[in-house]
């Protein structure tokens, strides 16, 4: 295809002789040539009856035609250099879309060859074709011309959340961009290979699928959440010239780069790491485009934002610089992707504006270049000047690695000590009633550490305070430091906690077992909604549906928390000491299971308190259950609202454990429909509020939405680990092929648990999942002798019964140890 070269514009280097043409050539000021392509349908929409409105009515024009009749209107037509309808083939697209570009490589040409779009729209998919296409016709030509003498390189980065990596180095560590006066941006100690033939170069390529970073998002099962750049450069000279004379030596390099693909977070459903990936991958497309759009409406004159990303800096040369370019945009058909698909062509619209000014790279160009620098070498003193600043910022940079190990490391800590409190806590409240106290109700008169073994014990001024280790370097930092990790100990706003426990040993210390050089121990108070005297928690906090008591948000946080996430490193460790210590596990797991089950039922007690009060007075509550249809049996609308708790789960992030506790201990009996009538209604007050931005009300940190689904990821975290200890290779395997992982795939374990509880509206997947993780937590068999022993088996009774016919807490309670230990 013949490019568009801006008029008036000759290239001033054009066509080295033998190689141009047939070996791409072009160069000088030319506009970037840019396609489009649009993907079939995918399975996943043929299933749901997605339709498509674009339609490719010729070579070069693309057109929306909304079938919708309400909103019939005339079709928009978008024209480009090139569109490839569904049916395409990928050579099509590289030999009439990318070939001509890429081969000028050969020419001496700089050049690129960019896929940009939605994600999963097809960029991979395309790049990879055409890569391998245009590095297949390059050694085609190399084998064709022996008159020349050629050497390739290959280098591979990814950019994962901002930060370069080497995908063929072996270290780990982001590599830095640095500022060359000739050569513009460079990537500092890039791996750099000399390919050695076809199979070599298949190798590296294989490689770096390896090693890129791929993420399951709901769109794209292997989404890539990087920007991949694949350089190629090739040295050229005469034969007779090799090592004299550099006058037809030549060198370019070619650029294969598949962008990761802009996502909305609420159509890719991404949360977490996703959702973090999705905000470095939206940034820098971002900037990317307004680069592009700047390129087109001002050419080079004006501020052009290439720094605002490493992206942008990166291939400044292929924007508008020293390259040719070409750019394939991939669209998704699907009716529900309209938006993206339309963002996507007005990005092209621009690029297909933007001219770029391609030069021949004489080798000995860059060799008179290389010789000017060793004639003037810059100054010994800038030189030394230069060398001593880098120094001074590696060796902060190594400082603040260090210091973020540091902190790591305490958070994990901390949380981990918490949770043990908290599980430690949850038994010893045993049947969960506050006794009275006969310490000073203010708690002015006592030490904190005397609060902490009778946490749990005032009557009307509930104080729970837990234990944090702290070691040295936070109280050597104390005071510069206010971020972080310090920050969380200081928005407990107990302060001054630390200078009373420097003051004086606790002589109740929870960990008299502590070597005498470990960190001492600080007291840290719970969050201020534990500390509530009167017992409620806010009644517009994330737990504060109505009739919810404040203990059984206590009881669920080891669930909602899980163990942290820790850094490979640690994790190891970690998981060595879990091993150790599966008895504890175990008892882990049953504490949760008993607060779950006080929790449920003074959630039933409080919900039937609220009835009575709605009984007495006519106000329609705003959570009422709609009233159930005449025509349904009361076990059929069981199942109804079975099926509707297990999607609101969902949608409230809802921690695992709870739902899988839940739905095997309540399976729509009838006597489970005073349970499943709490439950429903607490998920709907919950996400009702939700919608309403309740949430953002003064909720702790821990138990806001985005940490649900923070808490949520850990959780599978721990689940992840509990595979590894609690099933046998076999029955991995059996559960992998069972849910379809492919022996091949990577992190097979975390990709299971992934799937966990991760489709509401298929009852079949939600059974099987509620099973794994009962195995994988020791749940026993859920019968009705647990319900019992739980204290689960009678309806909730009025309040004003409760003291005659209460819930045999402590029963029930000795009855579990009796299931547990003959367990
Ligand atoms: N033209 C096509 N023909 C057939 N299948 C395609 C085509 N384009 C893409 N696909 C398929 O669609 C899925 C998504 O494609 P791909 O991973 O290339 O998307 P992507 O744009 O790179 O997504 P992401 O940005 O999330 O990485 C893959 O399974 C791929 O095989």
Known sequence: MRRRREEGEESDERGVSGIAGEGGGGGGKERIQVSVRLRPLNAKELVRNELSDWECINDTT?????????????????????????????????????????LSVLSGINASIFAYGQTSSGKTYTMTGITELAMGDIYDYI??????????????????NEAVKDLLGTESVPLRLLDDPYRGTVIEKLTEETLRNWAHMKELLSICEVQRQIGETLLNETSSRSHQILRLTVESSARESVGED??????????????????????????GVRLKEGCHINRSLLTLGSVIRKLSSQGRNGHIPYRDSKLTRILQPSLGGNARTAIICTLSPARGHVEQSKNTLLFAGCAKEVVTNAKVNHLQRELARLEGELRCPRTASSMSQAETLLKEKDAQIEKMGREIKELT???????????????????????????????????????????????????????????????????????????????????????????????????????????????????????????????????????????????????????IHGRPELEPSERSLDEHEAEGNM??????????????????????????????????????????????????????????????????WHACDIPLLHRTFFFLLFKGDPGDSAYMEVEWRRLSSLRRASAQGNLYQPVPEDIRPSSSARALRRERGMLRRRMQRRLSPEEREGLYREWGIPAESKRRKARLVRLLWSDPGNMELT????????????????????????????????????????????????????VLSSG
Not at 68 to 89: G, H, K, Q, W
Not at 249 to 269: K, M, N, T, Y
Not at 455 to 463: A, F
Not at 611 to 618: L, V
Request: glycine share 6%; hydrophobic share 30%.
């Open 409 to 559: 490391r305490q958070r994990d800590l901390a949380q981990s000590r918490l949770e043990d409190l908290l599980t430690a806590a949850a038994e010893d409240r045993g049947p969960r009633r506050w006794e009275p106290c006969s310490c000073d109700p203010s708690g002015a008169s006592q030490d904190l550490s005397s609060s902490i073994c009778s946490g749990n014990h005032h009557q009307g001024s509930y104080r729970e305070v837990h234990c944090v280790e702290q070691d040295d370097w936070r109280r050597r930092n104390r005071g510069d430091d206010e971020s972080g990790e310090a920050l969380n100990y200081r928005e407990s706003g107990h302060e001054d906690q630390e200078s009373v426990t420097g003051q004086q040993e606790a002589p109740h210390s929870f960990d008299r077992s502590r070597p005498h050089d470990s960190p001492p121990l600080t007291l840290v108070r719970s969050p201020p909604y534990l500390e509530r005297d009167d017992h409620t928690p806010p009644s517009d906090s994330l737990g504060g549906f109505p009739g919810r008591p404040e203990k059984f948000q206590v009881g669920l946080l080891p669930f």
């Open 583 to 648: 008895a504890a596990d175990a008892e882990q797991d049953m504490a949760s299971i008993r607060a779950f089950a006080d929790g449920l039922k003074e959630m039933a007690q409080a919900q039937a308190a609220e009835g009575t009060a709605a009984e007495e007075t006519p106000t329609e509550k705003p959570w009422r259950n709609p009233p159930a249809s005449p025509s349904s049996s009361p076990r059929e609308e069981l199942e109804k609202k079975r099926r509707e708790i297990v999607e609101l």
């Open 246 to 271: 550099h006058s037809s030596a030549l060198s370019a390099s070619l650029d294969f780069v598949d962008l990761a693909g802009s996502e909305r977070a609420s159509q890719a459903l991404s949360a």
């Open 143 to 160: 084998q064709r011309h022996q008159e020349r003498a050629f050497v390739l390189k290959f280098s591979a980065i990814e950019i994962y």
């Open 767 to 818: 059974e099987e999942s509620a099973s794994i993780i009962a195995k994988l937590v020791g749940l026993p068999e859920p019968d009705e002798a647990l319900k019992e022993a739980l204290g689960l088996q009678f309806l909730p009774q009025r309040p004003r019964r409760r003291s005659q016919n209460g819930w045999r807490k402590r029963d029930a309670v000795s009855d579990l140890s009796r």
């Open 62 to 102: 693309i057109i929306f035609r909304n079938s919708l009749p309400e909103r019939s209107m005339t079709p928009i037509a978008y024209n480009f250099d090139r569109v490839f309808r569904c049916d395409s083939t990928t050579k099509q697209v590289y030999e009439e879309g990318a070939k001509e570009v890429s």
